[in-house]
């Protein structure tokens, strides 16, 4: 690996010569934290997988790339795959974007396991489009996300308790997620509205990608998703939807053991 991507915040586990390796995502505002409970799951190393999380270049307040665009970092992430070896693609919330941008953009040939990606403008959160035209007043922008650094994570520890996440791994997440560059948050977020907003359907994008995908979505996810965008990620012979039960957004935290089967499902037949 060249110098540049030796730079990146990563976290590996499981044989050196696996027969098959995934690379996870994080979401925005996380780290590599965020899959810990995933990547101890025991049906991933019976499988004898390889994995390699790796933050998303400027959250966590890592260095941030010079390309902040969605694409930039899709041609990041197929780098990492190509370097690491990477037969599966894994990726939460706007890491899941990521993933599904590095398909569409043939970087990434291999399946895909989405976890609560968001497929249009109107499915995201709505405080994050606040957020972001909030950001494009002067001055007004880290302001408004210094406090939402301050309050998001407060709110995500009550949501994960609610979900039996223990109190103190729902401090640790809570702590990660706060500890983030308001300025960095500001920018990136306005280069991912500027991504669904070139793009009204990423369902499209992702079915004329053709890559084999999961998308895994808690029961009572926060971020919405469209009857029509269901029927037709249902219709769609190379997507497979996943619903798991007792978690919301942050699925890959709530479910760690349900996410883990998804992945191992993945890799059947990967790297044989």
């Known amino acids: ?44 190393s019976e499988a004898g997988l390889g994995l390699v999380a790796m933050t998303l270049p400027g959250f966590g307040r890592t260095a941030p790339p010079e390309d902040l665009s969605m694409e930039g970092y899709a041609r990041l992430v197929g780098e990492v795959a190509a370097a690491e070896r990477c037969d599966v693609l894994v990726g939460h919330s706007m890491g899941a974007n990521v993933a599904i941008e590095a398909a569409a953009l043939g970087l990434f040939r291999g399946p895909l396991v989405l976890l609560s990606p968001t497929f249009s403008r109107a499915d995201e959160a709505r405080f994050l489009g606040i957020l972001d035209r909030a ?57 991912y509205y500027a991504y669904l907003d070139r793009y009204p359907s990423l369902v499209t994008r992702l079915r004329e990608s053709g890559a084999r995908a999961w998308v895994v979505r808690g029961d009572h996810d926060e971020i919405g998703l469209k009857d029509g965008e269901r029927r037709d990620l249902e219709a769609s012979p190379q997507v497979t939807m996943v619903a798991v039960p007792h978690a919301g957004h942050l699925v890959l935290v709530d479910q760690p053991a349900r996410v883990a089967a998804v992945i191992v499902e993945a890799s059947r037949g990967v790297g044989a």
């Open 1 to 44: 690996m060249d110098a540049r991507l030796d730079r990146l915040d990563i976290r590996r586990s499981g044989p050196e010569d696996a027969r098959c390796r995934a690379l996870l995502l994080p979401g925005g505002i996380c780290t590599t934290e965020f899959y810990a409970d995933v990547m101890a799951e025991p049906a991933l």
């Open 135 to 191: 950001g494009r007043v002067p001055g007004l922008g880290p302001l408004a996300w210094s406090a939402m650094l301050k309050a998001m994570p407060r709110a995500m520890k009550k949501d994960m308790l609610k979900d039996h996440v223990p109190e103190d791994r729902a401090e640790v997440l809570a702590a990660d997620m706060a500890d983030n560059d308001p300025e960095f948050c500001r920018r990136v977020v306005h280069h």
